[in-house]
């Protein structure tokens, strides 16, 4: 060893065991060794060759191995060079399916080439069609694009108090309650309107009693509840199929490359399945994805029954979802009176109409046509002088 060292061959994990020792050196210091072990009356034994040369050299011996490994290398390589995820943060008003589908028209998708795509034209095309979009960020890392943006302050809904305007009924009905902030009420309480005529006009009456009056406008102000009928209808046949639960459960793996899925080892076709997802997750080396995703799914037996249920029970379903649907035509400010429902029973269904009785607002807003006759004739004057 000290011979060895002072012709410069480097040992290293030196370790004596019983009468030898055993250590580590450069493999191109095999035959330096050899001679020192010679002068010296050692004996040299080489235990095991190690280091990149060695590995290296396997692969040459597994040629078919080796060829796979380079192209699954190349694989991946080629793979990380493509857009295969987007991100999209901070939307609120703005969906996701608007978003995806700008950025795909500006060259922006998954499947894309990452030298394609211009990052900067992307940005500045997201803030000239999205004018709720206040600032947008687009970049790409690895295989995913991310878009943060930030959406305007919504706008405060600003009331004209300057145009004037009459409050007129939305619907037919039976005014229950009006109140006018600004304006002439023309209906009261009991009164039978029809739909688009006036409930509070924008004229006023201005001046005392006995004195000249004139009549000036503004934009009528209030709220005119009224009751009003609506209609419904709804049908259930009395044969239908309902879906049986065997209790029978498994666990499926699938694999998921742009929208295709791999899913060798499913549950046998023959039987029914019912598919809940339990998870998704996307493959990737580090902070690069891969356009590969590992589904995870439960499948649950079932077997399609036919049932029968009866007159009185499609009755009791009937008047469920008539009430549920009365309650979806409602506004906040809206209550539900009464409700008759009246059923016709044929051979395999059953048939309820309803008639709803409601309270319900019905003020909406329309320009007043004598001002806006006034404004027209103006405009006409105007364009005569000019």
Known sequence: MNMAAYRGVYLWEVAREGASMTMKAAGNSLELLQACAEKTGCALEVLSYGGLPVFLGRFGRRQVWTAGLLCFAAGLYLLSSFVWVMRIEGNERLSREELLSACREMGLYPGVRKRSVDTQAVTNGLLEDFADISWVSVGIHGTDATIRLAETIEGVEIIDKETPCDIVASTDGVIL????????????????????????????????????????????????????????????????????????????????????????????????????????????????????????????????????????????????????????????????????IRYEVYANSVRADAEVTMAERIEEKRQNIETENQNEEKEQENANEL
């Open 177 to 340: 309650q009006i109140t006018a902030e600004r304006g002439t009420p023309l209906v009261a309480a009991g009164d039978v309107v029809k739909k688009g005529d006036v409930l509070i006009s924008s004229a006023l009456t201005i001046g005392l009693e006995g004195e000249e009056q004139h009549t000036a406008y503004t934009a009528a102000e209030g709220t005119v509840t009224a009751r009003i009928w609506r209609r419904l209808t709804e049908e259930l046949p009395l044969q239908y199929e309902e879906a049986v639960y065997s209790g029978e459960e498994r666990k499926n793996h699938s694999l998921l490359f742009s929208g295709r899925e791999l899913d060798i080892l499913h549950p046998d076709s023959d039987v029914q399945w019912e598919r809940e997802l339990l998870s998704e997750k996307t493959l990737g080396l580090g902070d690069r994805k891969l356009p590969l995703t590992w589904r995870m799914e439960c499948w649950r037996a079932y077997e399609t029954v036919q049932k029968t249920r009866t007159v009185a029970e499609a009755k009791t379903l009937l008047e469920e979802k008539l009430r549920k649907n009365a309650e979806n035509l409602l506004s906040s400010y809206g209550t539900i009176e009464d409700i008759q």
